[in-house]
């Protein structure tokens, strides 16, 4: 089994800036890539960034370039997604997934998920 846990949700206003990091554990830890997505609801989950474990390879969708960033902490089984300079069409619930694609941008290419953490961003 394995499992991810998402952290670091919250309110800010627009502009500023949050942190959300997910810790993987069990099998989690053994996949290829790890993701950000994020879902409003009566919408599709959409991917937000992506990190490959062994070169560190990184995807962005294009709404996030320049404002986010990943990394993953292999050594920890971390993953984190610093955001900055936020709008309020980012508000949205985030999760963190593991999968064994790269590059996975769709929900169907990620084996484990976490449960999600909500980022509001206040206009």
């Known amino acids: 089994q394995g499992q991810l846990v998402e952290s670091g949700g919250g309110l800010v206003q627009a502009g500023g800036s949050l942190t959300l990091s997910c810790e993987a554990s069990g099998r989690t830890a053994s996949r290829h890539s790890m993701a950000w997505f994020r879902q409003v609801p009566g919408k599709e989950r959409e991917i937000v960034a992506a990190?490959?474990?062994?070169?560190?390879?990184?995807y962005y969708r294009d709404s996030a370039k320049g404002r986010f960033t990943i990394s993953g902490i292999i050594t920890m089984n971390m993953m984190t997604l610093q955001m900055s300079n936020l709008k309020s069409e980012d508000t949205a619930v985030y999760y963190c997934?593991?999968?064994?694609?790269?590059?996975?941008?769709?929900?169907?290419?990620?084996?484990?998920w976490g449960q999600g953490t909500q980022v509001t961003v206040s206009s």
């Open positions: 997934a593991a999968g064994s694609v790269w590059i996975g941008k769709t929900p169907s290419s990620y084996d484990y």
């Open positions: 990190v490959r474990w062994t070169t560190g390879e990184t």
